[in-house]
């Protein structure tokens, strides 16, 4: 009994072993079964397949398994529709658009002098009152702005209201009273009365001591030159005023740059603080020398305000274009820049994008010409691509472009 025991047992036994080695050997052949099965290709070139680990032949880069998560394997970056829209990511199809080397100079804006008023005095006498004190006061056209006490003045005003009763009293006989009226009312007018003033002193026929002088125009007080109490002189400066609804954009140039523009032209300006306003400037005056022991000519062009959003002053950049030509191009935003080269974002399916090398070309301050990497007719991700660009590294641990020698 205890031989045919023993027997069992080892038979048992021996039965196990080959059952188990028979399990590894097939658990093996399935392991090298799928082993050859697997494919490799490149992250950044779908069209490299290779059955085995490598670098990719176009870029370099290490080749991932095929069969890996698609959006791991490709570099596809996936998003829902709430990111979409927290992202503001807005697409644009690649097209063929005109586009120009741009040359950037700096300038700054300064009053047009061709609007400025200096308000001087149109007779001799004192200041009595200044209604402005202050400069960078905004005044209106009709506003005071003095009140001066001048015998000269006064001395008009008494032969405007003999004129005007001479008038009354014989102009219906005789006709010369009626141009005696005139005279002396066109010697007011000229010394800087209103014709309100004029009226008013007709109709009460009371000669004023102190005469208030109104602003001639609209703008801004740069300069006061006189001060309450103070004997002025017949064409004495007293006010100085700038019209800034239109403004002058100085700017310097070197020679190769003044080669860019001439007069007439119109240029695109980005003020500071409004960089996201560019505005358009006309080219109206070029330095007909360079100045003394330099190679800088100054330029000037005009600017409207109207809503007197810009000041003197204030600095600015002026973009001029030239060397225009046709060519696939993209706003500049689209284009991602690092150490590794650039790359831009296409649409592969919805909500879904991969990063893509490219190459540029000319470039001016809205577009840049894409030479290689797109094709007319592309999808790319416009706004919102340096947020794809960060959530991807956040995603992968690692920069998209990593491995590429472009």
Request: hydrophobic residues 35%.
């Amino acid at each position: 009994m205890k031989h045919i025991l023993f027997i069992t047992i080892a038979f048992i036994f021996f039965a196990c072993s080959q059952e188990k080695q028979a399990d590894e050997h097939a658990s093996h052949d399935r392991a090298k079964k799928e082993s050859s099965a697997t494919k490799y290709t490149c992250p950044m070139h779908p069209n490299v397949v290779q059955d085995g680990p490598g670098k990719c032949p176009v870029c370099g880069m290490d080749l991932v398994p095929k069969n890996a998560n698609t959006t791991e394997a490709t570099g596809d970056l996936m998003l829902t529709d709430s990111q979409i829209k927290l992202a503001n990511i807005t697409t644009q199809k690649v097209s063929v658009q005109s586009i120009g080397e741009s040359v950037v100079v700096n300038g700054k804006l300064v009053e047009n002098e061709d609007l400025s008023q200096v308000i001087s005095s149109r007779a001799a006498g004192r200041v009595e009152k200044l209604f402005i004190k202050e400069t960078g006061r905004t005044i209106q056209k009709g506003e005071p702005l003095y009140e001066l006490y001048s015998e000269t003045l006064l001395t008009l005003q008494r032969e405007f209201l003999l004129a005007k009763e001479q008038y009354d009293a014989l102009g219906s006989s005789e006709t010369r009273y009626k141009s005696f009226l005139d005279a002396a009312k066109r010697k007011l007018l000229l010394y800087g009365l209103s014709e309100s003033q004029v009226e008013h002193l007709a109709k009460n026929k009371n000669a004023q001591n102190r005469i208030t002088f109104l602003s001639p125009g609209s703008g801004i007080v740069t300069e006061i030159s006189v001060s309450e109490g103070q004997y002025v002189s017949e064409g004495g400066a007293l006010f100085r005023i700038e019209n800034i609804t239109h403004l002058w954009l100085e700017a310097e140039l070197y020679p190769n740059e003044a080669k860019v523009a001439k007069v007439g032209d119109k240029i695109t300006v980005r003020v500071s603080g409004f960089e996201n306003q560019p505005i358009e400037a006309t080219v109206t005056f070029f330095s007909p020398e360079f100045r003394a022991n330099t190679q800088i000519m100054s330029m000037r062009a005009s600017i409207s305000n109207p809503t007197l959003s810009f000041k003197p002053g204030m600095q600015a950049q002026v973009f001029f274009s030239h060397a225009n030509k046709k060519a696939l191009s993209l706003p500049v935003d689209a284009v991602i820049r690092d150490a590794r080269g650039t790359h831009v974002y296409v649409q592969r399916g919805r909500n879904t994008f991969k990063p893509q090398m490219v190459k540029t070309g000319m470039e001016d301050f809205e577009k840049v010409e894409i030479t290689e990497g797109l094709t007319e007719g592309d999808t790319v991700a416009v706004t919102g691509a340096y947020l794809l660009y960060s959530e991807i590294i956040l995603k992968k641990g690692t920069d998209p472009m990593a491995g590429h020698s472009h």
